[in-house]
């Protein structure tokens, strides 16, 4: 039988002293010096852990500290080790291949502490009258202590039973007489569960993805209000990990949101006035070029082993001065976005947003589309759209321009936004499909821009490198061999393309595009 038994949960205002009375006259009880443990949950911005079913936990008794990850219900071995710091990216996990799996949950993002819970334990040992101790009672009283919101307070008072080995029938005998004596319930809830609902958080509280549920019938500028405040809801809540630059997922995520504002904004037409829709259409727009520089840099430090991995082994070491060069920039850039940040620019202008958001649509609005169902606009948005996709992807040959491929990109992304936006007004299966095939597109012609680009920036961070006096000559070459094979990789990109749009220009996926968004008179053939 397993040393771990069962948890019980102590109500509110119960007698501990009751309790272990309940125990004298079958068996002596001992009772061990009290000793405190403080438990630290730690998980990404994005509870990535959680989500998979697991727990990261720090215990500290004052003299080590271990960090336990574990099944969220206990079910599984716990894997733990011991350490001296707290933990932060993957790379800073112990390098053995039993945490492979917690390291790739955690991804590039950074282990953040939840919130501590402070445990005071009492332990009592039953002994029989052979003076042998046959079960241990440990009375587990936590407080949480949420540092972050400066909140504490009691979570719960758990008794947990220990079986010895060899007293498997005083350990029953003892459950019993918990159960149905002291009328103890188990206790269902993971103490992390218990902790969160305690400080009054929410598992699960924040994900990038969209999740709407959206009322076909309801005006589409209400609608469309309630899209663009989540994603404003979206930007403010990352700004803190962005400013204090905690991992760069916190940056990404805002800059999503930012491009899906202003895709929102531009492409949910005809519902708000035509001259609000071009002041904050620029407005994010100017958010979106102060991020930029940060998000570059990221993404070179992200892709750098990548980089290294492509080049020959003797190679390699050339490249560690551009590592080198980034970082000493990045501060400077990190600062500036910090700045633009804390500027009254910006906090008016999501202060004004959010006014203009959270106010009431108007009774009557002269705004074309404003009070139609919003089903009905959004048939027609994604239709135009869609159409314009596949009118620009057909019209790119081999001897199309790139600037061609940028445009498709452009609308591309533009359709699968709104795709996203209004998936919730669709079959579920349907939607998912096109949002898939939308990805692979866009992930193709994403490719192709962004290795020109990266190509390009390289080029001109190897001439600063060489005007600053930052890069030798074998460092030089070694970034030039870089470029060129990231345009070996834009031309394959390239080549690609023509197979990738016929399979979205498919006359299945044509089909599905039409029952889901086509108008429903009938079209002359070709059109």
Not at 82 to 105: K, V, Y
Not at 317 to 322: A, D, G, N
Not at 406 to 423: A, M, N, Q, W
Not at 476 to 501: D, K, P, S, W, Y
Request: glycine share 6%; net charge negative.
């Amino acid at each position: 039988m397993n040393e771990f038994a069962q948890a019980y949960l102590v109500p509110d205002g119960t007698d501990l002293q009751g309790i272990k009375d309940a125990f004298e006259g079958r068996y002596s009880v001992t009772e061990d010096e009290p000793h405190e443990l403080i438990r630290r949950f730690y998980d990404t911005f994005d509870w990535s852990l959680y989500q998979a079913g697991t727990v990261l936990e720090e215990l500290s008794d004052g003299s080590q500290r271990e960090l336990i990850w574990r099944d969220l219900h206990g079910e599984a071995p716990k894997l733990a080790w011991n350490t001296d710091r707290n933990p932060g990216f993957a790379a800073d996990l112990p390098q053995i291949p039993e945490i492979d799996r917690l390291a790739s949950l955690v991804g590039i993002r950074r282990l953040l502490p939840l919130l501590d819970v402070h445990t005071r334990l009492i332990s009592w040992r039953l002994l029989n009258e052979d003076g042998k101790t046959v079960a241990r009672l440990e009375v587990e009283q936590n407080r949480y202590v949420d540092k972050g919101r400066e909140r504490q307070g009691p979570v719960s008072v758990l008794l947990r039973l220990h079986g010895v080995k060899g007293y498997d029938d005083e350990l029953q005998a003892t459950a019993r007489l918990l159960q149905e004596g002291l009328n103890l319930s188990l206790a269902r809830a993971e103490l992390l569960q218990e902790a969160l609902a305690a400080a009054g958080r929410r598992p699960l509280d924040y994900s990038s993805q969209l999740d709407f549920r959206l009322d076909p019938q309801r005006r589409a500028d209400a609608t469309a209000k309630e899209i663009l405040l989540h994603l404003l809801n979206t930007i403010e809540v990352n700004i803190p990990g962005t400013r204090a630059n905690q991992d760069s997922e916190f940056l990404h995520d805002l800059r999503v949101a930012v491009r899906r504002t202003r895709s929102a904004l531009t492409q949910i037409k005809d519902v708000f006035a035509a001259d609000l829709v071009e002041q904050y259409k620029e407005s994010f727009g100017w958010m979106g070029e102060f991020t930029g520089p940060v998000r570059d840099l990221d993404v070179y430090l992200l892709d750098f082993n990548a980089y290294q991995a492509s080049l020959p082994e003797t190679l390699r070491p050339h490249l560690e001065p551009l590592r080198d060069f980034i970082h000493a920039h990045y501060g400077a850039e990190q600062k500036a976005l910090v700045a633009h940040l804390d500027s009254k620019r910006f906090r008016d202008l999501l202060r004004d947003w959010r006014a203009f958001l959270e106010a009431p649509v108007p009774e009557q609005s002269v705004v074309p589309n404003a009070m139609r169902p919003v089903k009905a606009v959004a048939d027609e948005r994604i239709w135009t759209m869609y159409k314009r996709v596949r009118k620009e992807g057909r019209a790119i040959t081999p001897d199309s321009p790139p600037e061609d491929m940028h445009e498709l990109r452009k609308s591309c992304k533009k359709l699968r936004y709104l795709i996203e936006f209004f998936d919730s007004l669709y079959p579920k299966q349907e939607v998912r499909q096109l949002v898939k095939l939308m990805k692979v597109l866009l992930d193709n012609l994403g490719n192709f821009q962004d290795l020109a680009v990266q190509a390009d920036h390289l080029r001109d961070m190897a001439q600063r490198m060489r005007e600053e006096s930052h890069a030798s000559t074998d460092t030089l070459l070694t970034m030039g061999v870089l470029v060129g094979h990231l345009l070996e990789h834009q031309h394959r990109a390239r080549e690609e393309f023509a197979q990738i749009f016929a399979t979205f220009d498919s006359e299945g996926h044509q089909a599905l595009f039409t029952a889901l968004f086509g108008p429903s008179k009938p079209r002359r053939k070709g059109a």
